[in-house]
């Protein structure tokens, strides 16, 4: 059995690698920790999961939590780094659910998060963890750098297109909504529910910090730098983002050609489907499931490619992604313990 330790295991990511992982065949959670609620049940938190058998929380700087084979850190940015560097030198595998190894480039972490990167020698070794693009990588890691919410559903749409070269790199626009979950449990004026209820807002317009890692990950797939216009908007649901991505085309290729690209690009992978021609995706198509799901339309008239994804962004844009990360690192099918396929309605 895989000794898994999950620090920050009272926020929202926490609590659902806690779903995901009790039902995972070869997992034992082994520690669960908080800062608040230390010496508690995590029942006393979470009521729904007093059936389960789980360990006490513990405060993260106890030595339980080297003794695990792996770490989940579902931590807020500029936490994790610490953490994540004290445990690899136990020999520990860490996947860091938080924005704190993702960007290569240290400079830009200081731009986009404002804080110094205090382990910047990590960040050569960490390894992008989005498994569609990085199985091989992800495999040899000990440190992965689970991906965003919003730039999961941007880079699973876009990446046919970039690996195809089909795309007019400098005009690329995504616009991405989520549900209040992305936002954590803690309480802010901006997510309580009288502001956000039957309401409709953009935020961080032409500046959120996802902003940076979609553009690094694109800039791999497509070979060269590229920047892109990136607008997210909160929408009064609990789970799920939806992403429309726009882009002029380079190549008068039929829809059906597109479609096929699409299609042989992600034959095989078990979490991410390609929709049939005039189907677009649903929030609740992936509630509570790892699953993606992408339509595509070839705009004739402007040229450009319309492309709609849709995931759980507590599940393939963060604990369920971690959990497949996991299944990678300890050589396991990638899809145990993530076989749910959603709640309905
Ligand atoms: N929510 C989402 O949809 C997604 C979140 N993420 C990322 O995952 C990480 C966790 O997110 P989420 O679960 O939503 O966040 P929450 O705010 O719901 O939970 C944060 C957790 O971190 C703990 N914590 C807070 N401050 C500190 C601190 N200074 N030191 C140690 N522990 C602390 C809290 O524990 P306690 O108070 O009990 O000590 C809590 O368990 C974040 O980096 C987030 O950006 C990534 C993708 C999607
Ligand atoms: C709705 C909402 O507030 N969403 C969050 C995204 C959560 C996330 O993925 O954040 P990290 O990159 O820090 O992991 C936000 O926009 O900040």
């Excluded at 792996?70 to 520990?92: E, W, Y």
């Excluded at 479609?259 to 929030?283: N, S």
């Excluded at 595509?296 to 319309?306: E, M, S, V, W, Y």
């Amino acid at each position: 059995m895989i000794k898994v330790g999950i620090v920050g295991a009272t926020g929202y990511t926490g609590a659902e690698l806690i779903r995901i992982l009790q039902g995972h065949p070869e997992v034992k959670i082994e520690v669960l920790t908080s800062q608040s609620y230390a010496g508690q049940e995590i029942a006393q938190v979470f009521p729904q999961l007093s059936p389960l058998e789980l360990p006490v929380l513990i405060e993260q700087e106890q030595d339980k939590l080297t003794e695990v084979d792996v770490a989940f850190l579902a931590l807020p940015h500029g936490v994790s780094m610490p953490i994540a560097a004290r445990l690899l030198s136990a020999g520990v595998k860490v996947i860091d659910l938080g924005a704190d190894f993702r960007l290569k480039d240290a400079v830009a972490y200081q731009t986009w998060y404002g804080l110094e990167h205090s382990y910047p020698q990590l960040l050569a070794e960490a390894v992008y963890g989005l498994p569609e693009l990085k199985r091989e990588q992800i495999a040899a890691a000990r440190l992965v750098a689970n991906p965003g919410c919003y730039p999961t559903s941007i880079l699973l749409a876009l990446a046919p297109a970039l690996k195809h070269g089909l795309l007019h790199l400098d005009t690329i626009i995504a616009d991405s909504k989520s549900g209040v979950s992305g936002a954590g449990r803690g309480v802010s004026l901006g997510v309580h529910f009288s502001e956000v209820n039957e309401n409709f807002k953009a935020y961080n317009v032409g500046q959120h910090r996802h902003t940076a890692e979609i553009e690094q990950e694109l800039a791999v797939l497509a070979g060269k730098p590229l920047t892109i216009t990136f607008t997210p908007h909160l929408v009064p649901m609990t789970r799920g983002i939806l992403s429309t991505v726009y882009a002029k085309l380079r190549q008068n290729l039929e829809e059906e050609e597109i479609r096929a690209i699409y299609r042989d690009f992600y034959r095989g992978e078990p979490f991410v489907k390609v929709l049939e021609a005039g189907q677009y995706p649903q929030t609740k198509w992936c509630a509570g499931s790892n699953r993606a799901f992408i339509g595509l339309k070839k705009d004739a008239r402007t040229g450009r490619l319309i492309l709609v994804s849709a995931i759980d962004n507590l599940v393939k844009g963060a604990s369920g992604q971690a959990v497949q990360n996991m299944n990678i690192l300890f050589g396991l099918p990638e899809t145990m313990g993530l076989e749910e396929t959603g709640l309905w309605p």
